[in-house]
């Protein structure tokens, strides 16, 4: 495991990302705020179904309850990311996609988003599974719990960091800290609920799937 968390993106996606980037750098007239949001809302839910859409497959039965809340979310990224940058003209939205172009990576023909993982939390992590492996489930837990922990480190880097670039006013800022907090928290109480409802083999299953995003992405099989 490494520090970095590496979050796919589809490569339609990332080019009409790349595409808007570019045209706001040529100086563009025409907004480009409708566009940008329903990017930023794609490479959302992607990130989202990559991570988290794995708990209802890992499972032989199908899993109601986690694909409920995972379209909860989305549609959430759906509605507000597109409303929160709507109104916004192209030099207000700038700062925003320059950071994002900040955290993206390109490797082994891949396109990723990313974020740094503090060092202790990935130590943590990387005893936690190493006891695992080992077959003890007493850590089954503490490794949900640390993962949780990650994840919220990504939230603070890819969701609160640019919505502190765009400065919102009060009212949207106090709507749109109420809807992540929710959100957010939708997806901690369904992680919670699989740590206990997981047997050792499955819960084991979606947390070497959970921290696959800290191994450092390989060469894509043809």
């Keep these: 495991m490494q520090n970095m968390v590496f979050l796919g993106l589809e490569k339609n996606t990332f080019e009409q990302f790349q595409s808007i980037s570019e045209s706001l750098k040529q100086g563009t007239l025409s907004s480009i705020a409708q566009e940008l949001g329903q990017v930023l809302a794609e490479m959302s839910c992607h990130v989202v179904d990559q991570v988290f859409g794995e708990i209802a497959k890992i499972r032989a039965h199908a899993d109601l309850e986690s694909e409920n809340t995972l379209q909860q979310i989305k549609d ?3 509605k507000y990311m597109p409303w929160a940058i709507a109104l916004f003209s192209n030099e207000r939205l700038n700062p925003l996609v320059e950071y994002l172009q900040t955290q993206m990576q390109y ?6 988003l990313t974020y740094r993982v503090d060092q202790t939390l990935l130590n943590e992590a990387i005893n936690y ?5 080992k077959g003890n489930q007493s850590y089954i837990m503490p490794a949900f719990q640390v993962f949780t ?3 919220d480190q990504g939230i603070d880097q890819l969701i609160y960091a640019p919505k502190k670039l765009l400065k919102f006013n009060f009212v949207v800022d106090k709507t749109l ?10 997806g901690y109480k369904r992680i919670e609920k699989v740590s206990t409802q997981f047997d050792f083999i499955h ?3 979606t947390l070497m799937h959970f921290f696959s995003f800290l191994e450092q992405p390989s060469q894509p099989s043809t």
């Design 76 to 78: 959430n990224l759906k």
């Design 107 to 112: 490797k082994n023909e891949q396109h990723f």
């Design 129 to 133: 599974m190493a006891q695992i492996e």
């Design 149 to 151: 922990k990650i994840v």
């Design 177 to 186: 800290t109420g809807v992540i907090h929710l959100t957010t928290q939708l």
């Design 203 to 205: 819960a084991q299953k």
